[in-house]
């Protein structure tokens, strides 16, 4: 079979669009010359389809393990800690990185992308492929992967170089000076205008009537329309905020108004009841858009407490969520911890909580594989090496309460789902409008009510700074550990109320009638951060290569 780091995701589409692969299968993916892939006799396109599934594999690939950029990322936030002390992860939140030391240098990985796409481009209408449409939507799936990868960089590093269609050559010498952040952003955004009914779509455009599932199975893992729509809602909204518009130019905010809008007006995608669930299904009519894995226990042994040992695998617990994300997630009424009327006590401090809380991070007493976890001084998740903050991440994980040990479970990262795109919606309603409106509210309601919150529905009397402040932070906790913290964090503009405060744990201590009592005097570290990491540094080997390259401000 062919060798690669698309593993399942490759393999997939490769047995489902492609059948039996010929003789040129023997060699890696990325060694086949092109007149291979891109060959002149092959009617069934069988090479050019697993070259277009390779592409795929550069995809972000949110919380799928250890060493990605996302999960890196997140802890370069107030969210979480490494449980492994000076580990390169959380140089990001220590102030310990720069253009010689980049934690989550994506760079050569996005524009390597981006050369293959130009490739896949260029080369493509060689082959005679008989299936009707299938060139096109081959096409529009590529320019969708290039947008994506020119996000990942415009998010990272604001403006950057714009190649076109140009396939780069290695060792081409190329003196490229950076593109400015809006043009950056109008070619994503015109690409996805340009696309968008080149891929697979959710209802037929002749009747209006939905397609089964829209895409059949085996295809789940292409790009739809409403991921073409996703990207474009999810790059306007950064395009809006205060960082990259700060003269609040209300029409950027319109326009990532109505791109979310956009979406919501197909009726196709809902949320799925079983918020737990939703992470361990392969498919679900709230997942617009993932990244395909195979079925496995990898994040399982990766972030479940380091006590238990299901068939004779030691787990890991990587990842500490911090007590300044579990306050963030308000009681079960609605109420904030800290307001009045909320029934919060801190010597029972998980007691009535919104139920997100309990399926994002493991806490004492969690029951897992049969017992609770003893995630307190002396108990056997905690240990003298265990979390440094006293919790685990248990968000993604399968449903693992009661039994013995793990069983392989779906693990397909998530890109864009329904519920960011109704967040996206209301936070900028509520710009546009210096308020929200009942769609605001309705948006919001809807992500609550799934939550199992009781009442749900927001106060109608918030104005624009109360409403704000709760969109932040629903987007916070619902989107807990999917790579969205860190940049929301820099579109906000927030990251100074970050820099020198406490990430902090809590400290659990087991008394004599087998009670607890919770102490908060726990910090983890105090967190770096100034006004320059709002853009990453470009990588100094960049710099060095192409003196057009200009460094991002404060970086030199």
Same mark, same amino acid.
């Given at each position: 079979?062919?060798?690669?780091?698309?593993?399942?995701?490759?393999?997939?589409?490769?047995?489902?669009?492609?059948?039996?692969?010929?003789?040129?299968?023997?060699?890696?993916?990325?060694?086949?010359?092109?007149?291979?892939?891109?060959?002149?006799?092959?009617?069934?396109?069988?090479?050019?389809?697993?070259?277009?599934?390779?592409?795929?594999?550069?995809?972000?690939?949110?919380?799928?393990?250890?060493?990605?950029?996302?999960?890196?990322?997140?802890?370069?936030?107030?969210?979480?800690?490494?449980?492994?002390?000076?580990?390169?992860?959380?140089?990001?939140?220590?102030?310990?990185?720069?253009?010689?030391?980049?934690?989550?240098?994506?760079?050569?990985?996005?524009?390597?992308?981006?050369?293959?796409?130009?490739?896949?481009?260029?080369?493509?209408?060689?082959?005679?492929?008989?299936?009707?449409?299938?060139?096109?939507?081959?096409?529009?799936?590529?320019?969708?992967?290039?947008?994506? *990868?020119? *996000?990942?960089?415009?998010?990272?590093?604001?403006?950057?170089?714009?190649?076109?269609?140009?396939?780069?050559?290695?060792?081409?010498?190329?003196?490229?000076?950076?593109?400015?952040?809006?043009?950056?952003?109008?070619?994503?955004?015109?690409?996805?205008?340009?696309?968008?009914?080149?891929?697979?779509?959710?209802?037929?455009?002749?009747?209006?009537?939905?397609?089964?599932?829209?895409?059949?199975?085996?295809?789940?893992?292409?790009?739809?329309?409403?991921?073409?729509?996703?990207?474009?809602?999810?790059?306007?909204?950064?395009?809006?905020?205060?960082?990259?518009?700060?003269?609040?130019?209300?029409?950027?905010?319109?326009?990532?108004?109505?791109?979310?809008?956009?979406?919501?007006?197909?009726?196709?995608?809902?949320?799925?009841?079983?918020?737990?669930?939703?992470?361990?299904?392969?498919?679900?009519?709230?997942?617009?858009?993932?990244?395909?894995?195979?079925?496995?226990?990898?994040?399982?042994?990766?972030?479940?407490?380091?006590?238990?040992?299901?068939?004779?695998?030691?787990?890991?617990?990587?990842?500490?969520?911090?007590?300044?994300?579990?306050?963030?997630?308000?009681?079960?009424?609605?109420?904030?911890?800290? !307001?009045?009327?909320?029934?919060?006590?801190?010597?029972?401090?998980?007691?009535?909580?919104?139920?997100?809380?309990?399926?994002?991070?493991?806490?004492?007493?969690?029951?897992?594989?049969?017992?609770?976890?003893?995630?307190?001084?002396?108990?056997?998740?905690?240990?003298?090496?265990?979390?440094?903050?006293?919790?685990?991440?248990?968000?993604?994980?399968?449903?693992?309460?009661?039994?013995?040990?793990?069983?392989?479970?779906?693990?397909?990262?998530?890109?864009?789902?329904?519920?960011?795109?109704?967040?996206?919606?209301?936070?900028?309603?509520? !710009?546009?409008?210096?308020?929200?409106?009942?769609?605001?509210?309705?948006?919001?309601?809807?992500?609550?009510?799934?939550?199992?919150?009781?009442?749900?529905?927001?106060?109608?009397?918030?104005?624009?700074?109360? *409403?704000?402040?709760?969109?932040?932070?629903?987007?916070?906790?619902?989107?807990? *550990?999917?790579?969205?913290?860190?940049?929301?964090?820099?579109?906000?503009?927030?990251?100074?109320?970050?820099?020198?405060?406490?990430?902090?744990?809590?400290?659990?201590?087991?008394?004599?009638?087998?009670?607890?009592?919770?102490?908060?005097?726990?910090?983890?570290?105090?967190?770096?951060?100034?006004?320059?990491?709002?853009?990453?540094?470009?990588?100094?080997?960049?710099?060095?290569?192409?003196?057009?390259?200009?460094?991002?401000?404060?970086?030199?």
């Amino acid at each position: 079979m062919i060798k690669n780091k698309a593993t399942y995701f490759i393999l997939l589409l490769i047995i489902v669009f492609a059948g039996c692969v010929k003789t040129s299968e023997k060699y890696p993916l990325e060694r086949w010359d092109e007149d291979v892939v891109f060959d002149p006799t092959d009617s069934a396109g069988i090479n050019a389809r697993a070259f277009l599934a390779n592409i795929y594999s550069g995809l972000p690939n949110h919380y799928a393990g250890v060493n990605n950029s996302t999960i890196l990322s997140e802890i370069g936030t107030d969210d979480a800690a490494y449980r492994f002390l000076n580990s390169a992860p959380e140089n990001m939140i220590n102030g310990r990185w720069s253009a010689w030391n980049l934690p989550d240098n994506v760079w050569n990985a996005n524009y390597a992308g981006i050369r293959k796409v130009n490739l896949f481009l260029n080369k493509i209408d060689i082959v005679p492929i008989k299936e009707k449409g299938l060139i096109s939507r081959m096409k529009g799936e590529a320019r969708f992967l290039r947008a994506m *990868f020119y *996000f990942e960089l415009v998010k990272r590093w604001g403006g950057v170089p714009l190649i076109g269609d140009r396939v780069l050559e290695m060792n081409e010498d190329l003196k490229l000076s950076k593109n400015s952040y809006e043009d950056c952003v109008n070619y994503i955004v015109s690409e996805c205008d340009a696309i968008k009914n080149m891929v697979f779509l959710e209802k037929t455009p002749v009747t209006g009537e939905p397609l089964p599932g829209g895409m059949p199975d085996g295809e789940w893992g292409r790009v739809s329309r409403t991921a073409v729509m996703a990207l474009k809602s999810r790059t306007l909204l950064y395009a809006a905020s205060v960082l990259n518009n700060p003269a609040n130019d209300i029409n950027k905010w319109r326009a990532a108004a109505t791109a979310a809008k956009d979406i919501i007006d197909i009726n196709y995608h809902t949320l799925l009841t079983d918020f737990t669930g939703l992470f361990i299904t392969r498919r679900t009519n709230e997942t617009i858009f993932s990244f395909q894995t195979a079925t496995s226990i990898t994040m399982e042994n990766n972030y479940s407490p380091i006590g238990y040992s299901p068939a004779n695998v030691v787990n890991r617990g990587i990842i500490n969520p911090s007590q300044n994300l579990v306050d963030a997630f308000p009681m079960k009424n609605g109420k904030a911890i800290t !307001e009045a009327g909320s029934g919060y006590d801190a010597q029972n401090p998980y007691n009535n909580r919104d139920p997100r809380l309990d399926a994002t991070v493991f806490r004492n007493n969690t029951a897992w594989l049969g017992r609770p976890a003893a995630i307190y001084e002396g108990g056997v998740d905690l240990g003298k090496d265990g979390s440094r903050t006293g919790y685990y991440l248990k968000k993604f994980l399968g449903k693992f309460s009661t039994g013995t040990t793990y069983a392989a479970q779906h693990h397909s990262p998530i890109i864009f789902r329904y519920a960011e795109i109704l967040l996206n919606y209301a936070e900028a309603l509520n !710009e546009v409008n210096n308020g929200p409106n009942a769609e605001a509210f309705n948006a919001l309601d809807l992500i609550r009510q799934r939550a199992g919150l009781v009442p749900y529905q927001v106060d109608r009397s918030l104005g624009y700074a109360a *409403f704000k402040k709760l969109v932040q932070n629903e987007r916070r906790i619902e989107l807990a *550990f999917e790579g969205h913290r860190i940049w929301d964090i820099r579109r906000w503009n927030i990251g100074s109320t970050l820099n020198g405060q406490p990430l902090k744990g809590i400290r659990i201590v087991k008394n004599a009638d087998n009670s607890f009592s919770y102490f908060y005097d726990v910090t983890v570290l105090n967190m770096v951060y100034t006004e320059k990491m709002n853009r990453y540094p470009i990588p100094i080997a960049e710099i060095e290569k192409n003196n057009n390259l200009s460094q991002n401000p404060g970086w030199d």
